[in-house]
């Protein structure tokens, strides 16, 4: 299925190869897949690498603002209201066996279960890192097998279509071709929405980041903006407690421009959605 995929993909540029430059199908799917793949993996390989020194930066902002922040949580928990809570809280606590005993009981096994998670966190990633090298191999042989799979489809995929046609009858040659191009346009319309709106947030949400001053825009903006694929939360569900916090820590310019700045793009969503969904 992945070749096929592949192949179908291939198929406009071999296409105009084969037309323009009067070249073979088959020379022109091979060049095609060299091409495609090269570029795939240059382009991955660059953003990778990219993202991995903007997120040694943010590493690096974050561990030297981790102690201010610190800082800044204990001064809210030191303040009036919060120990006068507390001493209340305390008060109650220490006043009420049966809350005394519950409470104890609780926290401790929060703390088991928590304990418990983590190890079995950790002994998933372990697991999960010793089956990804061990599958390697398996892994190589299925991407080479997978891609001259879709350079042989490539190369005779209308010999292949055409056969097809010739072994069905014409009543199910039309409900298939009918059926055809409409999962052609329901999926591909869908596919080119979904990276349309992506995109268009990715790119205001990294212009915002910089002309915030935010350290790291480019790659705080791209995190922000892969968020927006999930659906009804997208990037608010950073953004929005970032205003928050912006706010009580007093840093009043920063978290305005932050709630403009989501305030323009669900506004720009909202109005340029419909249209990229009606097309």
């Not at 990778?48 to 949580?73: C, P, T, Y």
């Not at 995109?199 to 791209?222: H, P, Y």
């Amino acid at each position: 299925i992945i070749a096929w995929a592949v192949a179908y993909l291939l198929n406009p540029l071999v296409n105009l190869m084969q037309r323009r430059l009067r070249m073979p199908r088959w020379l022109g799917s091979l060049i095609a897949l060299v091409v495609v793949l090269g570029s795939a993996v240059t382009i991955v390989v660059l953003l990778v690498n990219k993202l991995i020194m903007e997120i040694g930066r943010l590493a690096r902002f974050i561990e030297s603002n981790i102690q201010h922040w610190i800082d800044a949580i204990m001064e809210i928990v030191n303040s009036d209201t919060i120990q006068s809570f507390l001493l209340q809280l305390n008060a109650l606590y220490t006043q009420n066996e049966q809350i005394t005993h519950t409470i104890d009981q609780n926290l401790e096994n929060a703390g088991l279960r928590i304990a418990q998670a983590i190890t079995n966190l950790f002994n998933s990633v372990v697991n999960w890192l010793i089956s990804l090298v061990s599958a390697l191999p398996n892994i190589t042989f299925i991407v080479l097998i997978t891609l001259l799979a879709a350079f042989l489809m490539s190369k005779d995929w209308y010999k292949w279509a055409d056969r097809l046609r010739d072994i069905l009858p014409p009543s199910i040659n039309q409900s298939v071709s009918a059926v055809w191009n409409e999962l052609q346009r329901a999926l591909f319309g869908y596919l080119r929405s979904l990276f349309i709106m992506v995109s268009i947030t990715t790119v205001f949400m990294i212009l915002g980041m910089w002309i915030l001053g935010v350290q790291n825009a480019l790659a705080v903006g791209l995190l922000l903006g892969l968020l927006d694929l999930l659906p009804y939360l997208g990037i608010g569900l950073v953004v929005v407690p970032w205003v928050i916090y912006s706010f009580i820590q007093g840093n009043i310019a920063f978290g305005l421009g932050l709630a403009i700045l989501y305030a323009i793009v669900f506004i720009v969503r909202s109005l340029i959605e419909p249209k990229v969904l009606a097309v």
